[in-house]
């Protein structure tokens, strides 16, 4: 019986591979550590003098903030709809419903420009009618990147969706459960992890958005990713480095106690 296990040249083009990918990532790091007003690798001293603008300039924090309202509003927003959607073509499967999956995925096709275009032009009409949404306003911002990260979304449901056994519904639907008992009692509890899994991806996918957000956004609201593009236009100030690599370890350990709770739950499971 031949090893699973991957042999050693194909272990060292792995590790390879991965550092060429991670090599963006590596070089930040002494970046953030530069003494010098600009971005360049240290020339002997070290200094936390860009980490310390981070605290002391107040725009870093707010924009965080900002950017954390705006993913939790915007994921939120399009986990619900993806949910509903997938619900609806998954219990009823209508005639058309590979015609309303394109409509609904229609955004992932359309250029970002076009994108980007229409929502600006739809923030600025809704900028006549109120002052709490619209262009410029976290609502908007929110809104806005609820429109681009819903098919997202909806393309993880519905595979969460596709994965379980239609006999648990029509054994509910048998036994006379209503269609909120069979969506809310039935369904859901076994796509939570698929649910879970696209209302994180969404908030990862608002949090890094610029490409909309330089279209419907002025001097309101500055979303860190704004925040940092700005920067690097304007002065290409090295506290830019700083709050990567803080990036960079908040994703580590978030990934690390992911595999953590996984690898646990499935030594429980065993």
Known sequence: MQS???GPVILIVATAVALFLLMPLIAVVPVSFTPARFLSMPSGNLSLRHYQALIDNPAWGQSILLSLRIGILSSAIATALATLFGLGIWMFQPRFSALLIGFVLLPLVVPPVVSAMTLYFLMT????????IGYDTWLGVGLAHAVMITPFAVVL????????????????????????????KVIIPNIKFGIATAALLSFVLSWEEIGVTLFITSVNAITLPRLMWMGLRDN????????????????????????????RGAAKSQ
Do not use: H, M
């Open 157 to 184: 449901i519905l595979v969460a969706l596709y994965q379980v056994d239609r006999r648990i519904d029509l054994a509910a639907r048998g036994l006379g459960a209503s269609l909120a008992t069979r969506a809310f």
């Open 236 to 263: 290409i100030d090295p506290a830019i480095a700083a709050i990567s690599v803080l990036l960079i370890l908040v994703t580590a350990i978030i990934l690390g106690i992911r595999i953590f709770i996984e690898r």
């Open 125 to 132: 009409t809704l900028s006549a009618f109120n002052n709490w």
């Open 4 to 6: 699973s296990k991957p």
